[in-house]
């Protein structure tokens, strides 16, 4: 099956750093999610991409959908504390909304 | 924006016992569900499709004994964990396909806020 390999596993930054986490496949997708996941909850929908070669921004938020379809990565600018939490990136491929998760990047700001 | 509402965010039960959990796409009609399990840490674990009028697909090594999933209608999917055991207990969460805000894709996944089942 499709398998997601999402990195860094980890990060603790300083406030006001960027942050960069990319997500790679074995295979291709026509679908890049980008969630967030705060404890205790379910996951939010940060950023989908559509388009191979897309580069979508919402707010600090920049993220990209790579050229081989095998690849997304989900940059955060200027980061705050309340950035902390786990990123999701999630692959689909079918327009039925199943999706392939990755593991997730664990984020920690440090104030 | 697209809502999925679950219910309840968090249950204790007695081992033996069931439990159901239900999810409600509240300003949208979802004619497929998705049910997922989470351990502490790790990421979301596929269990089954929910399709509205059909039978759920299971991923594989899922039980559909263990885990009864009922999608009577297009705004509501129910998850069933019956005859519970502490190995059951976990996060459980759902998402709907459809319509997400500013988004057009079918595939994008709407969530619901998840459920916390403990089996003592």
């Known amino acids: 099956g499709q398998q997601l390999n999402q990195s860094p596993q980890s990060m603790f930054i300083q406030e006001g750093e960027d942050v960069s986490m990319n997500c790679t496949s074995s295979s291709i997708f026509n679908t890049w999610l980008w969630y967030k996941q705060d404890p205790g909850e379910g996951p939010v929908l940060l950023i989908a991409l559509y388009k191979a070669g897309e580069l979508t921004s919402n707010g600090r938020l920049t993220a990209q959908f790579g050229i081989t379809r095998k690849d997304s990565f989900l940059n955060i600018s200027a980061s705050i504390p309340s950035d902390v939490g786990i990123y999701f990136c999630a692959g689909s491929f079918t327009n039925a909304g199943k999706s392939t998760f990755g593991d997730g990047t664990t984020l920690t700001v440090k104030p | ?120």
């Not at chain 2, 509402?5 to 497929?32: N, Y």
């Open chain 2, 1 to 120: 924006g697209a809502v999925v509402s679950q219910h309840p965010s968090w249950v204790i039960c007695k081992s033996g016992t069931s439990v159901k959990i239900e999810c409600r796409s509240l300003d949208f009609q979802a004619t497929t569900m998705f049910w997922y399990r989470q351990f502490p840490k790790q990421s979301l674990m596929l269990m089954a499709t929910s399709n509205e009028g059909s039978k759920a697909t299971y991923e594989q090594g899922v039980e559909k004994d263990k885990f009864l999933i009922n999608h009577a209608s297009l705004t509501l999917s129910t998850l069933t964990v019956t005859s519970a055991h502490p190995e059951d207990s976990s996060f459980y969460i759902c998402s709907a396909s459809g319509l997400a805000g500013s988004y057009s894709g079918a595939n994008v996944l709407t969530f619901g806020a998840g459920s916390r089942l403990t089996v003592l």
